[in-house]
């Protein structure tokens, strides 16, 4: 039995792109509404005040965001005690990029990974060398869903590195990403774009903003995206997304926004190529390996890139999501001001993958692998949802000499998870050189009667401070508790419960000293920590060696930076270095000479150094990147091969840059790399790498007039085949070559 979801037919069935007639016909309609009656004059004398007018157009800060969209970093982002980078919404744009991993690319320090191991397909990465599969943020709320974030409505995206459990609560040990969605402004704009290209690839959205009165307005975003994915032959992905916002007391003292936003998606899933199997470890058995692969023993196999082992008959991908959120907020004075945040979301997953793996042909002692590839079934039942508030009291006073900006606040965060069993008849094997997706599959996959049902509940109470002493210091403070509880029932398929439950309870802080030598610039240090619960992803185990074992207490994360931000070229272009260091002090490790159980007497470690730039060297000329370099290490673990080993997925370096120039007569020229270094995958011990790549982007705009642009945009210019995403058995190979031209037409 499945969820109730959208079939492929209904979702296809949307027009395609909402097609412009029609997009035209609701914005012009929008645009004709009776205009906002003219104010009455007041009395001689007295003095008119006039709101407040933000500029909408395109600026040459537009690489440069000074401000992040938390209220919990009160000061400008050249003044934060810490390295974040915020990707804007014109590097998006410009990139064609189409998903949350496409935007990330634009950040060093990021690499990406496959969802297994109990982690649904989705939105995976680790950050600075750990998994941040838990710390996405939609305006400062936690995202939990499985599933493709599409950045159709998204303002900015914002990524704070290092452990910064004080700002994001659970997890955050590498850091986290915070998407900011785009919202009501009181000045009219409406944006249509079309894009088409190689591998069927089609997407239309539409971002439209209107006021309708003096104080209110409506931002309305729609997405249509059908696409193949560049070299991996049948997956393919379709998407539709709404996002609406209505804002009442723009420009006032009290205002409250309700905002609304849907995406589903129909895909044919891509669990990509295995790695092949490495020698067996047990007595008296051995390995054997036919046509050529025993050269290849946990490297990538032999195979082109194209190959695709999934099952068209069986394997299908459907996820919906639904986030509705409402905010007010109210000033009480130009230095005081509340805000509360109320969320109710849901995502629901269905999904049958092919997790493909090297089948033993030979039963008994010999393991011997002759190139058949097994289809293992990889399912997903699942919905998970969330009902969340947070409020936060902003201030700023001073105290003697001392100017403060002081935040407080805390949050509620109730989270539920469920996920049913489901099996089927087994289906057909297939060969690793010449796999055939097209084979039938007669068999049915149902519900087994087995499931798990998760609900946490998190309370939380922070306060954050900083203090500016004269012109030149500023130090920054901040102290989190976190409430933890989470109660985990799994039920097998006869029937049998396991009830399990757990409560962590931790106080997290960071803090900071800026020293401005000049305005345009700052020079800090700062420190900050983070923790991991056992439950961390809504489920735990009573397996001894389990990492999610109800009786493990928290990892506990610090860091350790040092850095600079300068602003340059009349603040057009800025400029950032820092060094740092994160260690996990208690990282879980499996003790072999115990039973193989969890304890947390293992240590990690990762150091390093991270530049980054955006913004302008000309007026024509803008940049966008940064490189980082993390030396890894695990320090100490139970199991005594891993200990000198990188930690797992960490490249040593990452790399990105994105820089664009306006060539006269309405003509612009952009280009892309990024450079993704060696990483290990799996077990630490493992000699399984993914080699390091590098890709090239290109980029070709004309703007025919001011209303009316086009742009070509090549992805994986030379076609470069590379590992993108990890999984523990498997790898995901990236994205070929891609060529969109996409029209852009403002009015």
């Known amino acids: 039995m499945k969820q109730s979801l959208p079939s492929s037919s209904s979702l296809r069935s949307v027009p395609a792109g909402l097609t412009w007639t029609s997009l035209l016909s609701v914005a012009g309609s929008l645009a004709a509404q009776t205009p906002t009656p003219a104010p009455q004059p007041k009395p001689a004398g007295e003095v008119t005040d006039l709101p407040e007018v933000v500029v909408s157009a395109e600026t040459d800060k537009v690489y440069k965001p000074?401000?992040?969209?938390?209220?919990?970093?009160?000061?400008?982002?050249?003044?934060?005690?810490?390295?974040?980078?915020?990707?804007?919404?014109?590097?998006?744009?410009?990139?064609?990029?189409?998903?949350?991993?496409?935007v990330l690319r634009n950040v060093p320090g990021i690499s990406i990974q496959a969802g297994e191991g109990g982690v649904p397909a989705g939105d995976n990465?680790?950050?600075?060398?750990?998994?941040?599969?838990?710390?996405?943020?939609?305006?400062?709320?936690?995202?939990?869903?499985?599933?493709?974030?599409d950045p159709f409505n998204m303002e900015q995206v914002e990524v704070a590195k290092g452990p910064s459990s004080a700002n994001?609560?659970?997890?955050?040990?590498?850091?986290?990403?915070?998407?900011?969605?785009?919202?009501?402004?009181?000045?009219?704009?409406?944006?249509?774009?079309?894009?088409?290209?190689?591998?069927?690839y089609f997407r239309n959205t539409l971002d439209l903003n209107q006021p309708l009165g003096e104080h209110t307005a409506l931002r309305l975003n729609t997405l249509y995206h059908n696409a193949d994915t560049p070299g991996r032959g049948e997956a393919t992905e379709e998407r539709f997304g709404l996002a609406a916002s209505l804002a009442f007391g723009l420009e006032t003292d009290t205002r409250f926004t309700l905002s609304y936003f849907h995406m589903e998606q129909e895909a044919m899933?891509?669990?990509?190529?295995?790695?092949?199997?490495?020698?067996?470890?047990?007595?008296?058995?051995?390995?054997?390996?036919?046509?050529?692969?025993?050269?290849?023993?946990?490297?990538?196999?032999?195979?082109?890139y194209e190959n695709y082992y999934g099952l068209l008959a069986r394997d299908y991908e459907r996820t919906r999501t639904d986030i509705v959120t409402a905010q007010f907020e109210h000033?009480?004075?130009?230095?005081?001001?509340?805000?509360n945040t109320f969320r109710v979301g849901r995502t629901v997953r269905d999904s049958v993958i092919t997790a493909p793996r090297f089948l033993d042909?030979?039963?008994?002692?010999?393991?011997?692998?002759?190139?058949?590839?097994?289809?293992?079934?990889?399912?997903?039942?699942?919905?998970?949802?969330?009902?969340?508030?947070?409020?936060?009291?902003?201030?700023?006073?001073?105290?003697?000499?001392?100017?403060?900006?002081?935040?407080?606040?805390?949050?509620?965060?109730?989270e539920t998870s469920k996920n049913y069993g489901r099996a089927g008849t087994a289906a057909p094997t297939t060969n690793i050189y010449n796999p055939n997706p097209n084979q039938p599959y007669l068999g049915r996959i149902g519900r087994t009667g087995a499931y798990t049902d998760?609900?946490?509940?998190?309370?939380?109470?922070?306060?954050?401070?900083?203090?500016?002493?004269?012109?030149?210091?500023?130090?920054?403070?901040?102290?989190?508790?976190?409430?933890?509880?989470?109660?985990?029932?799994?039920?097998?398929?006869?029937?049998?419960?396991?009830?399990?439950?757990?409560?962590?309870?931790?106080?997290?802080?960071?803090?900071?000293?800026?020293?401005?030598?000049?305005?345009?610039?700052?020079?800090?240090?700062?420190?900050?920590?983070?923790?991991?619960?056992?439950?961390?992803?809504?489920?735990?185990?009573?397996?001894a060696n389990a990492a999610n074992n109800i009786s493990i207490d928290p990892e506990q994360s610090n860091t350790i930076e040092f850095g600079t931000k300068w602003d340059l070229l009349d603040e057009r272009l800025q400029l950032t270095a820092a060094l740092f260091r994160t260690t996990k002090t208690n990282a879980r490790t499996e003790d072999v000479l115990v039973n193989d159980i969890i304890v947390l007497d293992g240590e990690q470690r990762v150091q390093g150094i991270e530049f980054g730039f955006a913004g302008n060297i000309t007026d024509k000329w803008r940049v966008f990147g940064g490189y980082a370099y993390l030396q890894s290490e695990i320090l100490y673990s139970k199991t005594a091969a891993e200990i000198n080993r990188p930690v797992n997925n960490t490249p040593e370096h990452t790399g990105n840059l994105w820089t664009v120039y306006d060539l006269p007569h309405g003509f612009q020229i952009g280009f892309g790399m990024q450079?993704?270094?060696?990483?290990?995958?799996?077990?630490?011990?493992?000699?399984?790498?993914?080699?390091?790549?590098?890709?090239?982007?290109?980029?070709l705009g004309y703007e025919v007039n001011k209303n009316f642009s086009l742009r070509l945009n090549v992805n994986n210019l030379t076609d470069e085949e590379y590992i993108d995403r990890l999984g523990g058995g498997h790898f995901v190979p990236g994205n070929g070559r891609l060529v969109m031209l996409t029209a852009t037409y403002k009015f």
């Open 361 to 414: 042909v030979q039963a008994g002692a010999n393991i011997t692998y002759d190139g058949t590839i097994t289809r293992q079934l990889q399912s997903r039942d699942q919905t998970d949802s969330i009902i969340a508030d947070q409020i936060n009291l902003t201030a700023k006073f001073e105290t003697g000499f001392l100017k403060h900006d002081l935040v407080a606040g805390g949050e509620f965060v109730y």
């Open 125 to 149: 990465m680790s950050i600075r060398g750990f998994s941040a599969r838990t710390d996405m943020f939609v305006d400062g709320i936690r995202d939990f869903g499985g599933y493709t974030r």
């Open 454 to 543: 998760a609900e946490s509940l998190s309370l939380s109470a922070y306060a954050f401070d900083t203090i500016h002493i004269g012109d030149q210091w500023e130090v920054s403070g901040g102290l989190r508790y976190d409430r933890f509880t989470t109660k985990y029932k799994s039920v097998t398929a006869a029937g049998v419960a396991t009830n399990l439950g757990r409560t962590d309870e931790m106080l997290s802080w960071r803090a900071g000293v800026v020293y401005k030598p000049r305005e345009n610039g700052s020079i800090y240090a700062a420190y900050g920590t983070s923790f991991n619960p056992s439950a961390e992803g809504l489920t735990l185990s009573t397996t």
């Open 66 to 102: 000074e401000r992040l969209q938390t209220q919990k970093y009160t000061v400008p982002l050249r003044d934060v005690p810490q390295t974040i980078t915020v990707v804007p919404k014109s590097v998006i744009q410009e990139r064609g990029a189409t998903s949350l991993r496409d």
């Open 331 to 339: 000033d009480f004075s130009d230095k005081v001001k509340i805000t």
């Open 675 to 699: 450079y993704i270094g060696t990483r290990f995958n799996g077990n630490s011990i493992s000699s399984r790498e993914a080699p390091a790549y590098v890709l090239f982007d290109a980029l």
């Open 269 to 304: 899933p891509d669990y990509g190529i295995p790695w092949v199997p490495g020698r067996s470890t047990t007595a008296g058995v051995t390995t054997t390996y036919l046509n050529g692969l025993g050269s290849y023993i946990n490297q990538a196999p032999p195979v082109s």
């Open 168 to 200: 994001a609560g659970r997890g955050s040990t590498g850091g986290s990403v915070n998407m900011v969605s785009k919202s009501p402004k009181l000045q009219p704009g409406y944006q249509i774009e079309a894009g088409a290209g190689t591998d069927s």
